[in-house]
Protein backbone atom coordinates (compact mmCIF):
# COMPACT_ATOMS: atom_id res chain seq x y z
CA UNK A 1 0.00 0.00 0.00
CA UNK A 2 2.57 2.54 0.89
CA UNK A 3 4.80 1.49 -2.25
CA UNK A 4 1.46 2.17 -4.17
CA UNK A 5 1.25 5.71 -2.97
CA UNK A 6 4.72 6.29 -3.32
CA UNK A 7 4.47 5.57 -7.00
CA UNK A 8 1.48 7.77 -7.63
CA UNK A 9 2.73 10.56 -5.19
CA UNK A 10 5.85 10.31 -7.64
CA UNK A 11 3.85 9.99 -10.64
CA UNK A 12 1.95 12.94 -9.64
CA UNK A 13 5.84 14.95 -8.84
CA UNK A 14 6.51 14.03 -12.65
CA UNK A 15 3.20 15.24 -14.09
CA UNK A 16 3.40 18.75 -12.46
CA UNK A 17 6.96 19.20 -13.17
CA UNK A 18 6.01 17.93 -16.82
CA UNK A 19 2.82 20.39 -17.48
CA UNK A 20 4.44 23.29 -14.95
CA UNK A 21 7.14 24.46 -17.66
CA UNK A 22 6.55 27.20 -20.00
CA UNK A 23 4.88 26.20 -23.27
CA UNK A 24 4.26 28.47 -26.19
CA UNK A 25 1.25 28.37 -28.29
CA UNK A 26 2.41 26.93 -31.27
CA UNK A 27 3.90 23.95 -28.91
CA UNK A 28 7.49 22.74 -27.61
CA UNK A 29 10.37 24.21 -29.74
CA UNK A 30 13.66 22.19 -30.29
CA UNK A 31 16.44 24.75 -28.86
CA UNK A 32 18.55 26.45 -31.45
CA UNK A 33 22.37 25.42 -31.21
CA UNK A 34 25.15 27.42 -30.85
CA UNK A 35 26.97 25.53 -34.35
CA UNK A 36 23.26 25.38 -35.90
CA UNK A 37 24.40 22.23 -37.81
CA UNK A 38 28.14 23.17 -38.39
CA UNK A 39 29.20 20.80 -36.21
CA UNK A 40 28.10 19.82 -33.09
CA UNK A 41 31.20 18.60 -31.57
CA UNK A 42 33.11 22.33 -32.37
CA UNK A 43 33.05 25.02 -29.51
CA UNK A 44 31.86 28.01 -31.18
CA UNK A 45 31.67 31.16 -30.13
CA UNK A 46 28.83 33.32 -29.71
CA UNK A 47 29.71 36.95 -31.44
CA UNK A 48 32.35 38.15 -33.42
CA UNK A 49 34.02 40.37 -30.85
CA UNK A 50 34.20 36.73 -28.41
CA UNK A 51 35.84 35.17 -31.39
CA UNK A 52 38.24 37.91 -31.80
CA UNK A 53 39.23 37.35 -27.99
CA UNK A 54 39.61 33.77 -28.24
CA UNK A 55 41.65 34.09 -31.51
CA UNK A 56 44.27 36.45 -30.06
CA UNK A 57 44.12 34.78 -26.32
CA UNK A 58 44.78 31.10 -27.58
CA UNK A 59 46.95 32.35 -30.70
CA UNK A 60 44.48 30.42 -32.89
CA UNK A 61 43.30 31.93 -36.47
CA UNK A 62 39.85 32.21 -36.46
CA UNK A 63 37.25 31.34 -39.35
CA UNK A 64 33.77 32.53 -40.22
CA UNK A 65 30.78 31.46 -41.78
CA UNK A 66 28.10 33.50 -43.02
CA UNK A 67 24.96 31.74 -43.85
CA UNK A 68 21.35 31.82 -43.76
CA UNK A 69 18.99 28.86 -42.66
CA UNK A 70 17.03 28.98 -45.41
CA UNK A 71 19.54 29.68 -48.28
CA UNK A 72 19.69 26.04 -50.32
CA UNK A 73 23.75 26.75 -50.93
CA UNK A 74 24.67 26.99 -47.11
CA UNK A 75 22.27 24.40 -46.29
CA UNK A 76 24.14 22.28 -48.82
CA UNK A 77 28.29 23.33 -48.18
CA UNK A 78 26.72 22.83 -44.35
CA UNK A 79 26.04 19.43 -45.25
CA UNK A 80 29.43 18.19 -46.54
CA UNK A 81 31.41 20.59 -43.51
CA UNK A 82 29.86 19.10 -40.84
CA UNK A 83 30.24 15.59 -42.19
CA UNK A 84 34.25 16.15 -43.05
CA UNK A 85 36.19 14.90 -40.03
CA UNK A 86 39.59 16.01 -41.60
CA UNK A 87 37.99 19.84 -41.13
CA UNK A 88 36.28 19.28 -38.09
CA UNK A 89 39.41 17.93 -36.50
CA UNK A 90 41.42 20.59 -37.91
CA UNK A 91 38.86 22.82 -37.15
CA UNK A 92 37.96 21.59 -33.29
CA UNK A 93 41.83 21.35 -32.17
CA UNK A 94 43.78 24.27 -34.13
CA UNK A 95 40.59 26.82 -34.88
CA UNK A 96 38.32 29.32 -33.00
CA UNK A 97 34.94 28.78 -35.36
CA UNK A 98 32.24 31.37 -35.66
CA UNK A 99 28.81 30.99 -37.29
CA UNK A 100 26.42 34.02 -37.80
CA UNK A 101 23.32 34.45 -40.06
CA UNK A 102 23.59 38.46 -39.30
CA UNK A 103 26.04 40.91 -40.53
CA UNK A 104 28.58 42.23 -38.29
CA UNK A 105 28.76 46.38 -38.52
CA UNK A 106 32.72 45.11 -39.26
CA UNK A 107 32.91 45.81 -43.10
CA UNK A 108 36.63 43.99 -43.29
CA UNK A 109 34.17 40.74 -43.12
CA UNK A 110 32.42 41.51 -46.57
CA UNK A 111 35.62 42.59 -48.79
CA UNK A 112 33.82 42.14 -51.72
CA UNK A 113 29.69 42.17 -50.29
CA UNK A 114 27.35 40.33 -48.10
CA UNK A 115 26.41 37.07 -49.55
CA UNK A 116 25.77 33.87 -48.25
CA UNK A 117 27.58 30.91 -47.80
CA UNK A 118 30.76 32.92 -47.42
CA UNK A 119 33.86 32.14 -45.20
CA UNK A 120 36.44 34.23 -43.87
CA UNK A 121 39.07 33.43 -42.16
CA UNK A 122 41.11 36.12 -39.43
CA UNK A 123 44.56 35.68 -37.69
CA UNK A 124 44.89 35.93 -34.42
CA UNK A 125 46.54 39.81 -35.03
CA UNK A 126 43.15 40.37 -35.75
CA UNK A 127 43.60 40.69 -39.43
CA UNK A 128 40.77 39.95 -41.83
CA UNK A 129 42.63 37.52 -44.68
CA UNK A 130 41.01 38.96 -47.44
CA UNK A 131 44.02 37.21 -49.49
CA UNK A 132 42.23 33.51 -48.63
CA UNK A 133 39.96 33.29 -51.00
CA UNK A 134 37.76 30.22 -52.91
CA UNK A 135 37.49 29.87 -56.85
CA UNK A 136 34.77 32.04 -57.68
CA UNK A 137 36.19 35.94 -59.05
CA UNK A 138 33.01 37.11 -58.94
CA UNK A 139 32.00 35.94 -54.92
CA UNK A 140 35.62 35.19 -53.99
CA UNK A 141 34.85 33.87 -50.54
CA UNK A 142 31.83 31.73 -51.84
CA UNK A 143 32.42 27.80 -51.28
CA UNK A 144 30.39 25.48 -53.10
CA UNK A 145 30.08 21.50 -51.66
CA UNK A 146 32.71 20.32 -54.61
CA UNK A 147 34.97 23.04 -53.28
CA UNK A 148 35.52 21.07 -50.01
CA UNK A 149 39.43 20.56 -50.99
CA UNK A 150 40.19 23.99 -51.99
CA UNK A 151 38.65 24.71 -48.20
CA UNK A 152 40.83 22.30 -46.71
CA UNK A 153 43.74 24.14 -48.48
CA UNK A 154 42.69 27.61 -47.25
CA UNK A 155 42.78 26.22 -43.88
CA UNK A 156 46.21 25.11 -43.74
CA UNK A 157 46.88 28.27 -45.11
CA UNK A 158 45.55 30.40 -42.53
CA UNK A 159 47.27 28.32 -39.91
CA UNK A 160 50.67 29.98 -41.26
CA UNK A 161 50.42 32.81 -38.91
CA UNK A 162 50.91 36.79 -39.97
CA UNK A 163 53.58 38.08 -37.79
CA UNK A 164 51.58 39.72 -35.28
CA UNK A 165 51.79 43.87 -35.42
CA UNK A 166 50.77 44.78 -31.88
CA UNK B 1 18.94 -15.72 -46.03
CA UNK B 2 18.33 -12.18 -48.26
CA UNK B 3 16.59 -10.28 -45.08
CA UNK B 4 19.88 -11.81 -42.79
CA UNK B 5 22.06 -9.98 -45.61
CA UNK B 6 19.83 -7.20 -45.23
CA UNK B 7 20.21 -6.82 -41.89
CA UNK B 8 24.00 -7.44 -41.96
CA UNK B 9 23.73 -4.55 -44.52
CA UNK B 10 21.33 -2.12 -42.39
CA UNK B 11 23.75 -3.07 -39.43
CA UNK B 12 26.88 -2.58 -41.08
CA UNK B 13 25.76 1.10 -42.64
CA UNK B 14 24.45 2.02 -38.88
CA UNK B 15 27.48 1.42 -37.31
CA UNK B 16 29.66 3.34 -40.10
CA UNK B 17 27.67 6.67 -39.74
CA UNK B 18 27.57 5.95 -35.69
CA UNK B 19 31.29 5.39 -35.51
CA UNK B 20 32.41 7.76 -39.04
CA UNK B 21 32.00 11.14 -37.13
CA UNK B 22 34.29 13.25 -35.97
CA UNK B 23 34.46 12.81 -32.28
CA UNK B 24 36.73 14.95 -29.73
CA UNK B 25 39.76 13.48 -28.25
CA UNK B 26 38.20 14.57 -24.89
CA UNK B 27 34.56 12.72 -25.47
CA UNK B 28 31.11 13.58 -26.63
CA UNK B 29 30.56 17.16 -26.29
CA UNK B 30 26.78 17.91 -25.74
CA UNK B 31 26.15 21.32 -28.16
CA UNK B 32 25.65 24.35 -26.42
CA UNK B 33 22.12 26.58 -27.12
CA UNK B 34 21.53 29.87 -27.61
CA UNK B 35 19.28 29.99 -24.64
CA UNK B 36 21.84 28.81 -21.99
CA UNK B 37 19.33 27.75 -20.13
CA UNK B 38 17.86 30.92 -19.88
CA UNK B 39 14.91 29.93 -21.48
CA UNK B 40 14.98 26.76 -24.17
CA UNK B 41 11.35 27.52 -25.22
CA UNK B 42 12.33 31.26 -26.62
CA UNK B 43 13.91 32.39 -29.70
CA UNK B 44 16.84 34.15 -28.72
CA UNK B 45 19.22 36.49 -31.26
CA UNK B 46 22.77 35.45 -31.23
CA UNK B 47 24.31 39.18 -31.54
CA UNK B 48 23.07 42.14 -30.10
CA UNK B 49 23.05 43.60 -33.94
CA UNK B 50 20.88 41.12 -34.51
CA UNK B 51 19.34 41.65 -31.59
CA UNK B 52 18.27 44.90 -32.56
CA UNK B 53 17.37 44.60 -36.19
CA UNK B 54 14.49 42.41 -34.37
CA UNK B 55 13.56 44.72 -32.05
CA UNK B 56 13.10 47.47 -34.04
CA UNK B 57 11.34 45.44 -37.19
CA UNK B 58 8.74 43.51 -35.00
CA UNK B 59 8.56 46.86 -32.89
CA UNK B 60 9.33 45.16 -29.50
CA UNK B 61 11.58 46.09 -26.47
CA UNK B 62 14.54 43.72 -26.61
CA UNK B 63 15.75 42.66 -23.07
CA UNK B 64 19.57 41.74 -22.86
CA UNK B 65 21.09 39.47 -19.94
CA UNK B 66 24.60 39.68 -19.33
CA UNK B 67 26.13 36.49 -17.21
CA UNK B 68 28.96 33.72 -17.19
CA UNK B 69 28.77 30.23 -16.59
CA UNK B 70 30.83 29.86 -14.29
CA UNK B 71 28.68 33.01 -12.13
CA UNK B 72 26.91 31.92 -8.87
CA UNK B 73 24.93 35.09 -8.82
CA UNK B 74 24.16 34.36 -12.64
CA UNK B 75 23.38 30.78 -12.44
CA UNK B 76 21.06 30.98 -9.13
CA UNK B 77 19.20 34.07 -11.60
CA UNK B 78 19.01 31.85 -14.32
CA UNK B 79 16.96 28.98 -12.38
CA UNK B 80 14.35 31.39 -10.96
CA UNK B 81 14.16 33.33 -14.58
CA UNK B 82 13.71 30.36 -16.50
CA UNK B 83 11.60 28.55 -13.99
CA UNK B 84 9.32 31.40 -13.90
CA UNK B 85 6.52 31.10 -16.32
CA UNK B 86 4.87 34.49 -16.43
CA UNK B 87 8.56 36.05 -17.18
CA UNK B 88 9.00 32.97 -19.59
CA UNK B 89 5.36 33.46 -21.37
CA UNK B 90 5.80 37.31 -21.55
CA UNK B 91 9.18 37.29 -23.01
CA UNK B 92 8.01 34.89 -25.58
CA UNK B 93 5.21 36.76 -26.66
CA UNK B 94 6.24 40.40 -26.07
CA UNK B 95 9.86 40.90 -25.89
CA UNK B 96 13.26 39.91 -28.17
CA UNK B 97 15.58 38.16 -26.29
CA UNK B 98 19.28 37.74 -26.02
CA UNK B 99 21.47 36.56 -23.65
CA UNK B 100 25.56 37.40 -23.71
CA UNK B 101 28.52 35.95 -21.78
CA UNK B 102 31.21 38.25 -23.71
CA UNK B 103 30.78 42.06 -23.42
CA UNK B 104 29.30 44.34 -26.38
CA UNK B 105 31.45 47.35 -27.91
CA UNK B 106 28.52 49.50 -27.07
CA UNK B 107 28.95 51.31 -24.14
CA UNK B 108 25.56 51.92 -23.46
CA UNK B 109 24.80 48.56 -22.41
CA UNK B 110 27.18 49.11 -19.07
CA UNK B 111 25.95 52.61 -17.90
CA UNK B 112 27.69 51.83 -14.75
CA UNK B 113 30.19 48.80 -15.43
CA UNK B 114 30.44 45.73 -16.67
CA UNK B 115 29.11 43.13 -14.13
CA UNK B 116 27.29 39.87 -14.26
CA UNK B 117 24.39 39.23 -14.01
CA UNK B 118 23.07 42.53 -15.20
CA UNK B 119 19.74 42.99 -17.34
CA UNK B 120 19.23 46.01 -19.95
CA UNK B 121 15.82 46.76 -21.72
CA UNK B 122 16.59 48.31 -25.36
CA UNK B 123 13.17 50.25 -26.79
CA UNK B 124 12.86 49.29 -30.42
CA UNK B 125 14.02 53.35 -31.15
CA UNK B 126 17.59 51.46 -29.98
CA UNK B 127 17.58 53.69 -27.08
CA UNK B 128 18.92 51.86 -23.95
CA UNK B 129 16.68 52.59 -21.06
CA UNK B 130 19.57 53.07 -18.71
CA UNK B 131 15.89 54.43 -16.88
CA UNK B 132 14.78 50.90 -15.77
CA UNK B 133 16.87 49.44 -13.03
CA UNK B 134 16.97 47.16 -10.12
CA UNK B 135 16.79 47.87 -6.43
CA UNK B 136 20.91 48.13 -5.85
CA UNK B 137 22.12 51.40 -6.33
CA UNK B 138 26.20 50.22 -6.72
CA UNK B 139 24.96 47.93 -9.09
CA UNK B 140 21.31 49.21 -10.78
CA UNK B 141 21.00 46.45 -13.24
CA UNK B 142 22.09 43.94 -10.75
CA UNK B 143 19.08 40.93 -10.12
CA UNK B 144 18.84 38.94 -7.27
CA UNK B 145 16.85 35.73 -7.30
CA UNK B 146 14.30 37.41 -4.49
CA UNK B 147 14.28 40.43 -7.25
CA UNK B 148 11.76 38.58 -9.47
CA UNK B 149 8.41 40.43 -8.74
CA UNK B 150 10.71 43.87 -9.93
CA UNK B 151 12.00 42.54 -12.82
CA UNK B 152 8.70 41.62 -14.04
CA UNK B 153 7.56 44.96 -13.23
CA UNK B 154 10.69 46.68 -15.10
CA UNK B 155 9.29 44.44 -17.85
CA UNK B 156 5.54 45.84 -17.80
CA UNK B 157 7.85 49.47 -17.60
CA UNK B 158 9.78 48.27 -20.88
CA UNK B 159 6.54 47.46 -22.74
CA UNK B 160 5.41 51.18 -22.74
CA UNK B 161 7.74 52.57 -25.65
CA UNK B 162 9.31 55.54 -26.03
CA UNK B 163 8.14 57.13 -28.50
CA UNK B 164 10.55 56.88 -31.82
CA UNK B 165 12.39 60.05 -32.64
CA UNK B 166 13.38 58.13 -35.76
Redesign the interface.
Known sequence: MMKVALSVLLFLVAMSSAF?????KTG??I?????RGW???L??A?????AL?WSRSRNKPLLVIFHLENCPHSQALKKVFS?D?EI??IL?EQFVVLN??????DKHLSPDGQYVPRILFVDPSMTVRADINGRYSNRMYAYEPSDVKILLSNMKKAQKLLKSEL
Chains 1, 2 share one sequence.
Open positions: GKYMPKRPETLSGDQIWQTYEEYENQKDLVYETT
